[in-house]
T-cell receptor, first 110, second 117 residues
Framework: DAKTTQPTSMDCAEGRAANLPCNHSTISGNEYVYWYRQIHSQGPQYIIHGLKNNETNEMASLIITEDRKSSTLILPHATLRDTAVYYCIVRVAVGNQFYFGTGTSLTVIP | GAVVSQHPSWVICKSGTSVKIECRSLDFQATTMFWYRQFPKQSLMLMATSNEGSKATYEQGVEKDKFLINHASLTLSTLTVTSAHPEDSSFYIC?????????????FGSGTRLTVV
């Protein structure tokens, strides 16, 4: 079962930062936080993941709170192509399945 | 990066017939693959875990005799929807992990849209 809660939907102005929150209050010490996104009628696309330190890559930044009970995905300069459903998932690093929650539908507005 | 290919991307079949969907890891080996189903405006639901050389593990509520999974090689898993009915119409997605890579998530295929008429 999914162990995360996310807002159902969010809007963001094009060019602005999009901050997508995720609550995972029951996360275990060996569970990572993963973020994927799904553009309509496509398979999910990997964005970023982390354990306890903040992470940044070419797509986004991941901020994990010190108690690890929540995290925020940041898209620094949202474009129209970032309109998608964003999923936050927690799981053990190796071997375990991904269970998807309901995700956040992000709409980037021109 | 790791690529997972699904075939076909869409299929229409008549009620009562069977449909096979293929999932291939193109540039890596995967002893484990996963099959998901997604209905319109809903999230992905894990159906089963496909294990190379052994039986698949199905999630609770998924009929193993209806959704046959075969993982005969390290790069190919197939899902066969047997005796398909209109309620089986859905978006089916597979995923796999490059076990030779460092800690990373799973790569997903582009999905197969099944329509049963």
């Amino acid at each position: 079962d999914a162990k995360t809660t996310q807002p159902t939907s969010m809007d963001c102005a094009e060019g602005r930062a999009a901050n997508l929150p995720c609550n995972h209050s029951t996360i275990s010490g060996n569970e990572y936080v993963y973020w994927y996104r799904q553009i309509h009628s496509q398979g999910p696309q990997y964005i970023i993941h982390g354990l306890k330190n903040n992470e940044t890559n070419e797509m986004a930044s991941l901020i994990i709170t010190e108690d690890r009970k929540s995290s925020t995905l940041i898209l620094p300069h949202a474009t129209l192509r970032d309109t998608a459903v964003y999923y936050c998932i927690v799981r053990v690093a190796v071997g375990n399945q991904f269970y998807f929650g309901t995700g956040t539908s992000l709409t980037v507005i021109p | 990066g790791a690529v997972v290919s699904q075939h076909p991307s869409w299929v229409i079949c008549k009620s009562g017939t069977s449909v096979k969907i293929e999932c291939r890891s193109l540039d890596f080996q995967a002893t484990t693959m996963f099959w998901y189903r997604q209905f319109p405006k809903q999230s992905l639901m894990l159906m089963a875990t496909s294990n190379e050389g052994s039986k698949a593990t199905y999630e609770q509520g998924v009929e193993k005799d209806k959704f046959l999974i075969n993982h005969a090689s390290l790069t190919l898993s197939t899902l066969t929807v047997t005796s398909a009915h209109p309620e089986d119409s859905s978006f089916y997605i597979c995923s796999a992990r490059d076990e030779g890579a460092t800690s990373y998530g799973y790569t997903f295929g582009s999905g197969t849209r099944l329509t049963v008429v």
